[in-house]
Each structure stands twice: as C-alpha cells, then as structure tokens.
C-alpha cells in the first residue's frame, strides 16, 4: 500500500541532514584545530556560558561547602544511580561477549 501525504514540507538547514552533517563536520573540525579556545568559544555560542573551563580543586570544595544538605543528598543519589547502571550494563556486557 502506497503511502499518501496529505502535506509535505520543504527541506531546510533544520531539516537538511546533509546540511546539519556539514554543519556538525565543520564544528568538530574547528575544535580539532583550536582546542580549548575553540571549545570556549563554542560555550559562549551555544550555551552563553563564559566561565571557566576546568574548575580548580578549591573552587570545588568552596562550592561543595555552600551547598544544601538536600542538594547534597540528590547529588548523592544521583551518582549511587548511575554507578548501579554502570554495574548493571557492564555486567551485561560481559555476560553477552562470554556468549561469543
């Protein structure tokens, strides 16, 4: 059975998968050249983000000392969640190659 459209749109740069390729090409070539400035460039394109980059030891204990125990306790449980997927999906992994 023959699929009918009722409408169709046009190919833009946001729907152009040649185009959005090219355009994510270039990006990673520029970062390959540039680096970390080209990365904070990119920060400040993208994300309006003009901080640093890499955050000091200090800066990360400063902050961690102003932080809420509720904050604390998410940030907690967060990372317990994601280790135990970790566990998880690795031990899948190995079940599977054990297979092969």
């Known amino acids: 059975m023959a699929i009918t459209y009722l409408k169709r749109s046009p190919k833009t740069s ?11 090409e270039n990006i990673l070539k520029d970062i390959e050249k540039t680096k970390e400035e080209g990365c904070k460039e990119l ?5 309006k983000y003009e901080g640093d980059v890499i955050v000091s030891k200090e800066k990360i204990e400063e902050i961690k000392k102003n ?12 990372h317990e969640r994601v280790r135990k997927s970790k566990k998880i999906c690795r031990s899948t992994i190995k ?3 054990a297979r092969f």
């Open 14 to 24: 946001s729907t152009d998968d040649t185009k959005t390729r090219e355009i994510v």
């Open 43 to 47: 920060s400040k394109k993208f994300d």
């Open 67 to 78: 932080l809420d125990q509720k904050t604390k306790d998410d940030i907690q449980f967060s």
């Open 95 to 97: 079940k599977l190659w």
